[in-house]
């Protein structure tokens, strides 16, 4: 058997095969009310046709002032759990996991889609003052949304609404949720001495800056049933090597941590918590350097999902099957090719170890 077409058990959870399709935003929510339409169900259901073991949503705001754009995804209300319930049923049906990133914009929200320019969105234009962990906007070269810093209920309500967010999640049908702290968003914002100067007890040293995270996951946990698995999204690295920042030796110990408080996987990203951060490398397999130390050097036994520059089926395959990750996390080259998965079967000769969809048989031959 292919090391990429293995069974991934994580709690009382099977993930039918290796292959994770990476969170990314869609930017399509037709009215700006962050409730799922026609385009997240085929978007998703067409990856998880295409044989990926794993399907995430995009980044989800748990509250409408932590989506990025006005466009996202939403799950803090009841209507949002229902217009994202037969996106999951119809993953699930597929044979895929159906899994959900429950994020939190911070200092980076309320900014135009990519394609309308990434601009911060101004409060008569449908935008909305932002929240960090120290009052600092994010850094545009022109006006910046009014940026409050969080004061202690304003902690205790984010902390509730990702608890509530995992709550409808489930309800919905998703059964694994990722909470995202990385890429300079809320969490990461937390976590990097970039941008947390705070010098309450979630700021200053290793143990208050990592505190937000830490328990932002256990109210995940605390809500999400005990046989199935909550990953975590970081940035491994604030690719800021002049300056003090987040480093990998700090994602060692976080993971530690985070698995104390339920975290069953970590989704090793890197990057976004400023505009000059900037990988050394960016080809092929370029994150998984970050990845591999945490996975081992952690105490505690905890799964590893590499990302970043994996593009073909023989480097998911190698990930795997050199035991540098546990998940191999596909991004864009789910965006070119739905169908990554079967295509992988292919290539690697193991039709034989996929159950894909009756209707494409005569096209990929298992």
Same mark, same amino acid.
Not at 108 to 136: I, Q
Not at 199 to 218: H, I, S, W
Not at 280 to 295: D, M, S, V
């Given at each position: 058997?292919?090391?990429?077409?293995?069974?991934?058990?994580?709690?009382?959870?099977?993930?039918?095969?290796?292959?994770?399709?990476?969170?990314?935003?869609?930017?399509?929510?037709e009215?700006?009310?962050?409730?799922a339409?026609?385009?997240?169900?085929v978007?998703?259901?067409s990856?998880?046709?295409?044989?990926?073991?794993?399907?995430?949503?995009?980044?989800?705001?748990?509250?409408?002032?932590?989506?990025?754009?006005?466009?996202d995804?939403?799950i803090?209300?009841?209507d949002?759990? $229902?217009?994202l319930?037969?996106?999951?049923?119809?993953?699930?049906?597929?044979?895929?996991?159906?899994?959900?990133?429950?994020?939190?914009?911070?200092?980076?929200?309320?900014?135009?889609?990519?394609?309308?320019?990434?601009?911060?969105?101004?409060?008569?234009?449908?935008?909305?003052?932002?929240?960090?962990?120290?009052?600092?906007?994010w850094?545009?070269?022109?006006e910046a949304?009014?940026?409050?810093?969080?004061?202690? *209920?304003?902690?205790?309500?984010?902390?509730?609404a990702f608890?509530?967010?995992?709550?409808?999640?489930?309800?919905?049908?998703?059964e694994?949720?990722?909470?995202? $702290?990385?890429h300079?968003?809320?969490?990461?914002?937390?976590?990097?001495?970039?941008?947390?100067?705070?010098?309450d007890?979630?700021?200053?040293?290793?143990?208050?800056?990592?505190?937000?995270?830490?328990?932002?996951?256990?109210?995940?946990?605390?809500?999400?049933?005990d046989?199935?698995?909550?990953?975590?999204?970081?940035?491994?690295?604030?690719?800021?090597?002049?300056?003090?920042?987040?480093?990998?030796e700090?994602?060692?110990?976080?993971?530690?941590?985070?698995a104390?408080?339920? $975290?069953?996987?970590?989704?090793?990203?890197?990057?976004?918590?400023?505009?000059?951060?900037?990988?050394?490398?960016?080809?092929?397999?370029? *994150?998984l350097?970050?990845?591999?130390?945490?996975?081992?050097?952690t105490?505690?036994?905890?799964?590893?999902?590499?990302?970043?520059?994996?593009?073909?089926?023989?480097?998911?395959?190698?990930?795997?099957?050199?035991?540098?990750a546990?998940?191999?996390?596909?991004?864009?080259?789910?965006?070119?090719?739905?169908?990554? $998965?079967?295509?992988?079967?292919?290539?690697?000769?193991?039709t034989?170890?996929v159950?894909?969809?009756?209707q494409?048989?005569?096209?990929?031959?298992?």
């Amino acid at each position: 058997m292919t090391a990429l077409f293995s069974p991934l058990e994580l709690r009382g959870t099977t993930i039918p095969n290796r292959v994770m399709v990476s969170p990314m935003c869609q930017y399509s929510c037709e009215d700006r009310d962050g409730l799922a339409t026609d385009w997240h169900r085929v978007h998703l259901g067409s990856r998880a046709v295409g044989g990926a073991g794993l399907v995430m949503t995009e980044a989800t705001a748990v509250e409408p002032r932590g989506r990025i754009s006005p466009e996202d995804l939403g799950i803090w209300s009841d209507d949002h759990r $229902a217009a994202l319930e037969p996106v999951a049923e119809f993953v699930r049906a597929q044979g895929s996991t159906p899994a959900i990133q429950l994020a939190h914009a911070g200092r980076k929200a309320s900014t135009s889609r990519p394609w309308d320019g990434h601009e911060p969105v101004a409060p008569d234009e449908g935008g909305w003052d932002v929240v960090g962990p120290s009052g600092e906007p994010w850094p545009y070269d022109g006006e910046a949304p009014r940026t409050e810093r969080l004061d202690q *209920q304003g902690i205790e309500d984010v902390i509730d609404a990702f608890r509530s967010g995992a709550e409808r999640a489930l309800a919905a049908g998703f059964e694994v949720a990722e909470v995202h $702290a990385a890429h300079g968003y809320l969490l990461h914002e937390f976590l990097s001495p970039v941008t947390n100067h705070r010098e309450d007890d979630y700021g200053g040293d290793f143990e208050g800056r990592t505190r937000l995270a830490r328990e932002v996951t256990a109210a995940v946990r605390e809500v999400w049933p005990d046989e199935k698995p909550v990953f975590v999204r970081i940035s491994a690295t604030d690719w800021l090597p002049d300056r003090e920042s987040w480093t990998v030796e700090d994602s060692v110990r976080l993971a530690d941590r985070l698995a104390d408080a339920g $975290a069953d996987l970590i989704d090793v990203s890197g990057g976004g918590i400023h505009p000059e951060s900037r990988p050394e490398y960016a080809g092929p397999n370029y *994150q998984l350097r970050y990845a591999e130390p945490i996975r081992a050097e952690t105490e505690r036994d905890i799964a590893v999902g590499a990302v970043g520059g994996i593009t073909t089926p023989e480097q998911a395959e190698a990930v795997i099957a050199t035991d540098r990750a546990d998940l191999a996390i596909v991004g864009r080259e789910h965006l070119r090719d739905p169908y990554f $998965a079967l295509h992988a079967a292919e290539a690697l000769d193991a039709t034989d170890e996929v159950e894909g969809p009756p209707q494409y048989r005569r096209a990929f031959g298992f």
